[in-house]
């Protein structure tokens, strides 16, 4: 029963703040050491979540709802986490973050927006922008009407730069921070989203077509 609320815990954690870095997962859930490695490692074998490595952080992020089988995600309650410390074991537990990773990097989908083809953090920025520039003298508000916080859970598809700022950690943006990047409006600057995966960006993409913004 232990494993169960653990992985409860870690699960509920990583789904409200994804991407979620493994220190953080740590701290905010108590769940730690090998306890934690051997849950992340088995929910990434089940690809019910994707690691992704960054600047020297582990991060983990959930995976599309399809990509596990019901089989592979189930945890038994009286399932403990092995203590093994083997150069073997820890070849093993090597060999399923590579295998985790590598399924991240697959995860690299295009799309086709105004003739440029574009990644999914990079295509809802060119479509937010090519949108204040349709309609000129754009405000906050109205941008916020066109494209509503809700579209993106946590963070939504842009913030002002103060925002922004507050969902930084461990030097990691979670917006296009760069001065080329900031998007002008008639009242206010603000920056694009980065944080798309192949889930998340759906209703972004629904919302776009809607607009009447072609996007393969």
């Known amino acids: 029963m232990k494993t169960k609320n653990s992985k409860e815990k870690v699960v509920a954690y990583i789904q409200a703040n994804t991407p979620a870095e493994k220190s953080e997962i740590a701290n905010a859930t108590g ?14 074998k089940s690809q019910e979540f ?9 991060y983990f992020i959930p995976a599309p709802p399809d990509a596990a089988t019901k089989e592979d995600s189930i945890v038994a309650e009286d399932e403990q986490p092995e203590e093994e ?20 990097k697959r995860d690299n989908r295009k799309f086709k927006f105004a003739g440029e083809e574009y990644g999914k953090g990079a295509l809802v920025h060119a479509v937010v922008k090519q949108f204040v520039a349709d309609h000129k003298n754009t405000t906050l508000g109205k941008l916020k009407e066109a494209f509503p916080d809700e ?15 507050q969902f930084s ?6 917006f296009y921070m760069k001065d080329e990047q900031m998007i002008k409006l008639r009242d206010k600057k603000v920056v694009v989203c980065n944080q798309f995966t192949s889930e998340n960006i759906k209703p972004f993409l629904a919302v776009a077509r809607k607009l009447g913004y072609s996007i393969r």
């Open 31 to 44: 769940v730690k050491g090998i306890v934690l490695e051997g849950l992340l490692s088995r929910m990434v």
């Open 50 to 58: 994707i690691r992704e490595e960054k600047d020297g952080k582990v």
């Open 85 to 104: 410390t083997s150069s073997e074991t820890e070849s093993a537990q090597e060999k399923k973050e590579k295998l985790g990773a590598e399924k991240a």
């Open 151 to 165: 579209l993106l859970q946590r963070f939504g598809i842009f913030q002002e730069i103060p925002k922004a700022k």
């Open 169 to 174: 950690s461990g030097g990691r943006d979670r």
